[in-house]
């Protein structure tokens, strides 16, 4: 079946413009991930979601930083005022978490450049 | 101390050897253990899950788990140049499906 998918595939910025980065998880899945990697670096949890609820948004670097799911399926991470820093590729997961299963897929990722 | 650890390496290995590579977590409650390959420029794959003490095959891999210890490791046999890779290490916390990962360890399997 279809994987996690992501868009744009590669989004390039001006510095202090909005962005929004668009995941689609596995149909079914219901729990739905964010993370950042910066170049050379490991992953960085921003936050995830159980259905439409966020349990866990303490990733989120700033209160520039924003993320809402609808209908229990896609969900859409907005960055407000990009900064350079904010360069990075943006990963999302999805992961079925029922009973005994709780193995997590990713997408291809967004790549970020803040200009 | 982190809360995954995982030796960044590179760990170098020829071809056909077996490669080792380990993590050790901090959350004496943590419940579910999995391993992702990592291809430079690509996302993380999932190789490996595993939930309860003792060993468990997949193919080439092995994935080992030991609570009391803390540590989870991966075997790869007959490790091949397309192995080379980061391998990274992922648990999840007691009480949350919240993932915490290691920062990978970088494999190179030498020809």
């Known amino acids: 079946g279809a994987g996690v998918s992501q868009s744009p595939s590669n989004k390039v910025t001006e510095k202090g413009k909005d962005v929004e980065l668009r995941c689609d998880p596995i149909?079914?899945?219901?729990?739905l991930y964010w993370y950042r990697q910066s170049l050379g670096q490991g992953l960085e949890f921003l936050i995830y979601?159980?259905?439409?609820?966020?349990?866990?948004k303490s990733g989120l670097p700033s209160d520039r930083f924003s993320a809402e799911r609808t209908g229990g399926s896609v969900s859409t991470l907005t960055i407000q005022r990009t900064q350079q820093e904010d360069s990075a590729v943006y990963l999302c997961a999805s992961s079925l978490v029922t009973s005994g299963d709780y193995e997590q897929y990713f997408g291809p990722g967004t790549r970020l450049t803040v200009t | 101390q982190k809360e995954v650890e995982q030796n960044s390496g590179p760990l170098s290995v020829p071809e056909g050897a077996i490669a080792s590579l380990n993590c050790t977590y901090s959350?004496?409650?943590?419940?579910?253990f999995f391993w992702y390959r990592q291809y430079s420029g690509k996302s993380p794959e999932l190789i490996m899950s595993i939930y309860s003490n003792g060993d468990k095959e997949d193919g080439r891999f092995t994935a080992q788990l030991n609570k009391a210890s803390q540590y989870v490791s991966l075997l790869i046999r007959d490790s091949q140049p397309s192995d080379s890779a980061t391998y990274l290490c992922a648990v999840t916390r007691t009480g949350t499906y919240k993932y915490i990962f290691g920062t990978g360890t970088r494999l190179k399997v030498l020809a």
């Open positions: 149909s079914g899945h219901t729990a």
């Open positions: 979601f159980q259905g439409n609820s966020a349990p866990d």
């Open positions: 959350d004496r409650g943590s419940q579910s």
